[in-house]
């Protein structure tokens, strides 16, 4: 298990950017697949981009390609989410989990961190 701890979630104009921070525990950081999600107000949590262990390849979803990239620094055992060109319906809470594979379903991720909440004005 891994232990996640979002932070940098605020509020935004829209056009404005954003980075979110995901520090994780443990020593094995390097070893997991990380992956963002958002849940928008009254909607299901839904799938925004993933990274594997190495850094080497990422996804995205459509709605944010372009604008959003995920990174990590398996050193400092965080991943990250710059959120650029930010829209009034990015506004979600916005959650890192951890899993084994790559995957953009969230029923595969076994660790989960509390959520920050980002709020983007029009």
């Known amino acids: 298990q891994v232990q996640l701890v979002e932070s940098g979630g605020g509020l935004v104009q829209a056009g404005g950017s954003l980075r979110l921070s995901c520090a994780a525990s443990?020593?094995?950081?390097?070893?997991?697949?990380m992956g963002w999600f958002r849940q928008p107000p009254g909607k299901e949590r839904e799938f925004v981009a993933v990274?594997?262990?190495?850094?080497?390849?990422?996804y995205y979803a459509d709605s944010v390609k372009g604008r959003f990239t995920i990174s990590r620094d398996n050193a400092k055992s965080t991943v990250y989410l710059q959120m650029n060109s930010l829209r009034p319906e990015d506004t979600a809470v916005y959650y890192c989990?951890?899993?084994?594979?790559?995957?953009?379903?969230?029923?595969?991720?076994?660790?989960w961190g509390q959520g920050t909440q980002v709020t983007v004005s029009s």
């Open positions: 989990a951890a899993t084994v594979r790559v995957t953009r379903n969230q029923n595969e991720y076994h660790d």
């Open positions: 443990g020593r094995t950081f390097s070893s997991y697949v």
């Open positions: 990274i594997t262990g190495s850094g080497l390849f990422t």
